[in-house]
């Protein structure tokens, strides 16, 4: 199986800061990664696929980079209604797998 | 517009058996494998495994090998997931999810086992 590796865990940012969350896979998965977005009580929100393509309708500060093993999602600006857990998953191969997820809160 | 419907939350107690449907809509439903994905309360999320619903054909993760069963109805364009045996563990919000990408998902179904 596939493991990803995402950090941090948890982190506290202010408004309008540059978050950036890692992933890392135990094989390469070239671009098979997905981002996604969960608030609490709410289904995951898929942010970002094939590692950089931006869904539609999501704001343009969420972005998405890497290939291989190694995976950023990047926040430019962080804003109030960013605040959720963030989730990494590969589909490269079964068992598909999540990261551990990244909770983020507002300083 | 794609809409995957799930059925209502369930009460179980050990060592019942759970079925939870996934009704689609908007879209030709054999076209597109559905998974299921677990998450237990205040945990992550977990794949449980796919169904083609063109084909039936079954891909379940090792960990509910035994205990889940994956079906589909595609006179009604609907997904099944059966698991047996639960345990208190088991207890979770259950939600099916359309490839490509997992754009779409379930509302999702909680289901809590307990005595």
């Known amino acids: 199986d596939i493991q990803m590796t995402q950090s941090p865990s948890s982190l506290s940012a202010s408004v309008g800061d540059r978050v950036t969350i890692t992933c890392q896979a135990s094989q390469d998965i070239t671009k098979y990664l997905n981002w996604y977005q969960q608030k609490p009580g709410k289904v995951p929100k898929v942010l970002i696929y094939?590692?950089?393509n931006l869904e539609t309708g999501v704001p343009s500060r969420f972005s998405g980079s890497g290939s291989g093993t190694d995976f950023t999602l990047t926040i430019s600006s962080l804003q109030p209604e960013d605040i959720a857990t963030y989730y990494c998953?590969?589909?490269?191969?079964?068992?598909?797998?999540f990261g551990g997820g990244t909770k983020v809160e507002i300083k | 517009q794609v809409q995957l419907v799930q059925s209502g939350p369930e009460v179980k107690r050990p060592g019942a058996s759970m079925k939870v449907s996934c009704k689609a809509s908007?879209?030709?439903?054999?076209?597109?494998?559905m998974h299921w994905v677990r998450q237990a309360p205040g945990q992550g999320l977990e794949w449980m495994g796919w169904?083609?619903?063109?084909?039936?054909?079954?891909n379940y993760t090792q960990k509910y090998q035994g205990r889940v069963t994956m079906t589909r109805d595609t006179s009604i364009s609907t997904a099944y997931l059966e698991l047996s045996s639960l345990r208190s563990d088991d207890t979770a919000v259950y939600y099916c999810?359309?490839?490509?990408?997992?754009?779409?998902w379930g509302q999702g179904t909680l289901v809590t086992v307990s005595s």
């Open positions: 998953q590969q589909y490269d191969s079964v068992p598909l797998t």
């Open positions: 094939d590692a950089s």
């Open positions: 999810t359309r490839e490509v990408y997992f754009h779409h």
């Open positions: 169904i083609n619903p063109y084909s039936g054909a079954t």
């Open positions: 908007g879209y030709t439903f054999t076209g597109y494998y």
